[in-house]
């Protein structure tokens, strides 16, 4: 890629920019995206790389990495619907009530002294799965941050929570992430923490989310690394 004018890019493998025009590319063991505003560069790109390996081009993304992905004029929408249709199946979850929302509010999840264990292997996959659904499903990035601090040793009363994130799932299973075609690139931030809410350690919780011209691009839930002593510092 070097040879053909790409350099590495701290967010994406390759990248090549001249003045207003910029090509990406972004590839996953063997699978490949191409992307930019320039569609002359995009076709020389696929000419060369042609030429250098044997592949095949599958026309405009359709499926990457279990995200699925549909188009409009309007805009671009992301979603893992069959990924969570999957897990359901895998999990006998399929024919679950769905639950309004991923997590009870004031949960309270903690390891309590002497309470009954849970399916060890059986929990961290479940989650692990979770992990990637949040990819683009920024509503189950609190829960799924929550459950996850459990992997360790989960007890019953973290698979109570695993199964409601599921039941959530199932009942929003076709959500995900809508890009809308705007005619700015307007930046807006939000973010907020809870104040010692995780029971174990007395840490408290950050949340926040980003939007580039309207549109959803990052977001993230995580415990914090040191016990803030006010509702301030957190």
């Known amino acids: 890629m070097k040879k053909f004018g790409y350099g590495q890019s701290n967010s994406d493998h390759t990248l090549k920019k001249e003045k207003e025009k910029i090509t990406c590319l972004i590839i996953y063991v063997d699978d490949m995206i191409i992307t930019g505003n320039d569609e002359e560069e995009i076709a020389d790109l696929k000419g060369k790389l042609f030429q250098e390996f044997e592949m095949k081009d599958l026309g405009n993304l359709k499926y990457f990495l279990v995200i699925e992905v549909l ?20 999990t ?13 509010a004031n949960h309270g999840l903690q390891i309590l ?35 996850s601090r459990f992997m360790h040793l989960p007890q019953v ?12 799932l199932k009942g929003t299973s076709s959500t995900g992430i809508y890009f809308d075609k705007n005619d700015h690139l307007d930046l807006i931030a939000y973010m907020d923490a809870d104040w010692a809410g995780d ?30 002593l006010s509702s301030a510092e957190a």
């Open 113 to 147: 002294e002497g309470a009954k264990l849970t399916n060890k292997e059986q929990y961290q996959k479940i989650v692990g799965k979770l992990i990637y659904l949040a990819h683009t499903r920024p509503d189950i990035a609190y829960a799924v941050g929550v459950v």
């Open 92 to 104: 006998g979850m399929l024919g679950c009530k769905p639950a309004e929302t991923p997590i009870v």
């Open 199 to 228: 029971r174990d350690g007395r840490k408290s919780t950050s949340g926040y989310f980003t939007l580039v011209g309207g549109n959803l691009v990052t977001w993230r839930s995580k415990k914090q690394k040191v016990v803030a």
């Open 157 to 168: 009363q973290h698979m109570t929570a695993v199964m409601r994130i599921l039941r959530y």
């Open 71 to 90: 188009r409009s004029k309007q805009g671009i929408f992301i979603h893992q619907r069959k990924c969570i249709l999957d897990l359901l199946v895998e």
